[in-house]
């Protein structure tokens, strides 16, 4: 049987990589994002490929979202990759942070991953096991900031990786495993132009950890090459 994808943030950037490769290796995906009439890249991958769905999805609007008012196709979910992100503004140092901006950043990058994984539970493929991986980043590694400031986006990928953790252990008896995944620095709107490598590089290597991942993997922190990253 097809296996079955839902990804967020899966627009443009990382996420839209992730939706081609997803497809073109034969799976259905659903793709989630803000606004589905804009999305035109998705629009055209869905006159190609029947077995994707487009999903609005606005993680600034926990509040309003049930199972039911996503509209999910029938199918459950083999993997589940959150990936939608939100930086904040840049250059925030210490003394100039604006509570509003920061609950914001948490909202998408945090609350929402949890909030969703919640919400997809009774859609989860507990039969055949499923994948639920969060793209998390580096910088929210304690062992890796030797830079400090940060704080929004920081802190935001530090209390994800704690949310991966504490699934990988309450949701390990139903078969389900959890990762953390850095995506290294990409060129994208949010890496910028300096970044060191381009989406498909990423998310190939991504792929590959998610497709090879064990249940002794599962609860960690692993970047797109394989490699494990210290907390
Ligand atoms: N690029 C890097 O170097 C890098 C490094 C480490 C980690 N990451 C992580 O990788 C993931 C993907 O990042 P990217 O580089 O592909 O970034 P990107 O190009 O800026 O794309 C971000 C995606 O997240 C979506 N998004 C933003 N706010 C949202 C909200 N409120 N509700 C739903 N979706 C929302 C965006 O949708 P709209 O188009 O509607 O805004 C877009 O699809 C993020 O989690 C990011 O933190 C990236």
Redesign the pocket.
């Known amino acids: 049987m097809r296996k079955h994808l839902l990804i967020?943030?899966?627009?443009?950037?990382?996420?839209?990589t992730f939706v081609k490769a997803y497809l073109s290796a034969g799976w259905q995906v659903t793709a989630?994002?803000?606004?589905p009439n804009d999305a035109d890249k998705l629009l055209s991958l869905k006159s190609v490929y029947q077995k994707l769905t487009i999903v609005k999805?606005?993680?600034?609007e926990l509040d309003n979202i049930s199972l039911d008012s996503l509209n999910l196709p029938e199918e459950s979910f083999d993997l589940v990759i959150?990936?939608?992100?939100?930086?904040g503004p840049k250059g925030v140092s210490f003394g100039q942070v604006n509570l509003g901006e920061w609950r914001k950043v948490l909202?998408?990058?945090t609350l929402?991953p949890l909030f969703i994984t919640n919400l997809l539970y009774p859609k989860l493929n507990l039969t055949q096991g499923c994948t639920l991986a969060f793209?998390?980043?580096?910088?929210g590694s304690m062992a890796d900031n030797g830079s400090g400031g940060g704080y929004y986006?920081r802190s935001s990928?530090a209390a994800l990786n704690a949310v991966v953790k504490s699934l990988s252990i309450d949701l390990a008896t139903d078969g389900v495993k959890s990762v953390a995944l850095?995506?290294?620095?990409?060129?994208?709107?949010?890496?910028?132009p300096n970044?060191l490598i381009d989406?498909e590089t990423s998310v190939q290597g991504m792929m590959q950890v998610i497709d090879k991942l064990s249940f002794e993997q599962s609860g960690s922190f692993i970047d797109y090459q394989g490699k494990t990253i210290p907390w």
């Not at 959150?82 to 930086?87: E, K, Q």
């Open positions: 967020t943030g899966a627009n443009r950037g990382i996420g839209l989630c994002c803000r606004s999805l606005d993680l600034d959150h990936n939608a992100g939100y930086y909202e998408i990058n929402g793209i998390s980043s580096k910088v986006y990928k850095h995506p290294g620095w990409v060129l994208t709107d949010m890496g910028g970044a989406t």
